[in-house]
């Protein structure tokens, strides 16, 4: 049990750094960070096929496009790294408060015991766990997946606008 509650604490303090950070790099590397403590945590709890695709999209494949997005992008200068961290601040300000009362929510609900565990259900192969049980995650991944390349297009088409 301390390990999961270490393990929380780290992934809050990384899920913070990714939204505090002035650098949009960083920013990405802590959201893989963040992403490799949900995969751990996953393993923990006994769910390895949601945590081998947390760790292969979430902390893989996005963490890929938005490093190549980063790359395409012109860099900012002093100046408009610190107005923007300013502004992220006043933003953002209550976000570790708003952290501090959902995690005390979810320590007061937690979930009961006696429920089944996973391997109780009668599926028993990828295909029905992922459409039978798992199809919203499923759907959300896809829709992360699409919004990440339509955001790659549209980058490719402001950069072609500037260049003409």
């Given at each position: 049990?301390?390990?999961?509650?270490?393990?929380?604490?780290?992934?809050?303090?990384?899920?913070?750094?990714?939204?505090?950070?002035?650098?949009?790099?960083?920013?990405?590397?802590?959201?893989?960070?963040?992403?490799?403590?949900i995969t751990i945590l996953m393993f923990k709890l006994d769910s390895p096929l949601a945590a081998v695709f947390e760790l292969s999209v979430c902390a893989g494949?996005?963490?890929?496009?938005?490093?190549?997005?980063?790359?395409?992008?012109?860099?900012?200068?002093?100046?408009?790294?610190?107005?923007?961290?300013?502004?992220?601040?006043?933003?953002?300000?209550?976000?570790?408060?708003?952290?501090?009362?959902?995690?005390?929510?979810?320590?007061?609900?937690?979930?009961?015991?006696?429920?089944?565990?996973?391997?109780?259900?009668?599926?028993?192969?990828?295909?029905?766990?992922?459409?039978?049980?798992?199809?919203?995650?499923?759907?959300?991944?896809?829709?992360?997946?699409?919004?990440?390349?339509?955001?790659?297009?549209?980058?490719?088409?402001?950069?072609?606008?500037?260049?003409?």
């Amino acid at each position: 049990m301390a390990f999961v509650i270490t393990l929380l604490v780290l992934m809050t303090a990384a899920a913070l750094w990714t939204v505090m950070g002035r650098s949009l790099l960083k920013a990405t590397i802590g959201l893989a960070v963040v992403s490799a403590f949900i995969t751990i945590l996953m393993f923990k709890l006994d769910s390895p096929l949601a945590a081998v695709f947390e760790l292969s999209v979430c902390a893989g494949l996005i963490t890929v496009i938005f490093v190549s997005t980063i790359s395409l992008t012109r860099p900012l200068t002093h100046q408009d790294i610190i107005r923007l961290s300013k502004d992220r601040k006043k933003r953002y300000w209550l976000l570790p408060v708003i952290m501090a009362l959902a995690g005390a929510a979810l320590y007061l609900v937690r979930v009961s015991p006696d429920l089944p565990a996973y391997t109780s259900f009668p599926m028993k192969n990828v295909r029905d766990i992922l459409w039978g049980l798992r199809q919203l995650d499923l759907f959300g991944q896809i829709i992360i997946i699409i919004a990440g390349a339509i955001g790659v297009v549209i980058l490719f088409e402001e950069r072609i606008k500037d260049e003409w």
